[in-house]
């Protein structure tokens, strides 16, 4: 999906403009579901946890109508043409060398960290550019800081990283990568 077209019986079908899937996943029960092979997990741009809602919120929750008839008064936020213009104006936010070679530090960081099984790919550091370029554009910048790159990190990082047995979690190490890595 990543290169606009899938496949089926044998014959490439273009995907509409724009396209972009939202997967969703209960981390506590995995039965009927396996994990994914670490080439599928790399085409996944960013994982987010959501957690559980305030005391509060969820109050909210329980005494408000059923949130899904919320769903007929839906109304959008934007054009399909919209998003596309937003799109191209990501690939327009300026990026420095310096910010460029503090991407390539933190890909080589992962790759060399010891507890690692293996660091981020080149599809990784070419995702990172991208969302930090879109995390810019998103707080009205025209131009890429180390910021944008470290806002983003661990959501796109942090489930392309394996640890070694015994190494503990990838998000620790995402962390330390971030800790450890000179910023310009």
Do not use: W
Not at 1 to 10: T, Y
Not at 71 to 89: F, G, I, T, W
Not at 133 to 145: C, E, G, K, S, T
């Amino acid at each position: 999906m990543a290169e606009q077209q899938v496949s089926l019986d044998g014959r490439t079908h273009a995907l509409p403009r724009p396209f972009f899937v939202i997967a969703t996943q209960n981390p506590v029960d995995l039965v009927g579901t396996y994990p994914l092979p670490d080439s599928q997990m790399d085409r996944f741009l960013l994982r987010i946890s959501l957690g559980y809602p305030a005391p509060d919120q969820e109050r909210a929750l329980l005494v408000q109508s059923d949130r899904r008839d919320l769903l007929q008064q839906l109304k959008p936020v934007l054009q399909p043409e919209d998003l596309l213009a937003l799109m191209r104006r990501v690939g327009l936010v300026h990026v420095s060398e310096p910010v460029l070679d503090y991407i390539q530090a933190l890909i080589l960081a992962s790759r060399e960290h010891p507890a690692l099984r293996a660091g981020l790919s080149t599809r990784a550091a070419l995702a990172l550019l991208r969302t930090a370029r879109a995390h810019a554009l998103i707080n009205r910048q025209d131009f890429v800081l180390p910021d944008n790159v470290k806002q983003v990190f661990g959501a796109l990082a942090g489930h392309r990283l394996q640890c070694r047995p015994g190494n503990g979690d990838p998000i620790d190490v995402v962390g330390q990568i971030l800790g450890e890595t000179r910023v310009p």
